[in-house]
């Protein structure tokens, strides 16, 4: 069974950067199509970031020209890269594969 891992999470001040990975454990798959998902307490899913299978990118409004999405193939693991945070970044993030079951994600929280 194939599961998606998050990592790279965990406490920074407003303004740093914070650098999330996301790799696939079991049986071999290839993160081809990817996104990632970040849900704040008391708040809905929100989708932030978006990595086609070609490498066309797409990014919430709310994150555009701070964060950035991509994928080493070599390591089969797709990264979130976190710049200029906020408190209002702060949430649990997720990576998604349409095929595959939601990951345990990971915290995110920025300190003011």
């Known amino acids: 069974q194939v599961q998606l891992v998050e990592s790279g999470g965990g406490l920074v001040q407003a303004g740093g950067s914070l650098r999330l990975s996301c790799a696939a454990s079991?049986?071999?798959?290839?993160?081809?199509?990817m996104a990632w998902y970040r849900q704040a307490p008391g708040k809905q899913r929100e989708l932030i970031a978006t990595?086609?299978?070609?490498?066309?990118?797409n990014y919430a409004d709310s994150v555009k020209g701070r964060f950035l999405i991509s994928r080493d193939n070599a390591k089969n693991t797709v990264y979130l890269e976190m710049n200029s945070l906020k408190p209002e970044d702060t949430a649990v993030y997720y990576c998604?594969?349409?095929?595959?079951?939601w990951g345990q994600g990971t915290q995110v929280t920025v300190s003011s």
């Open positions: 079991g049986t071999a798959f290839t993160l081809n199509a």
């Open positions: 990595l086609t299978g070609g490498g066309n990118t």
């Open positions: 998604k594969h349409p095929w595959l079951n």
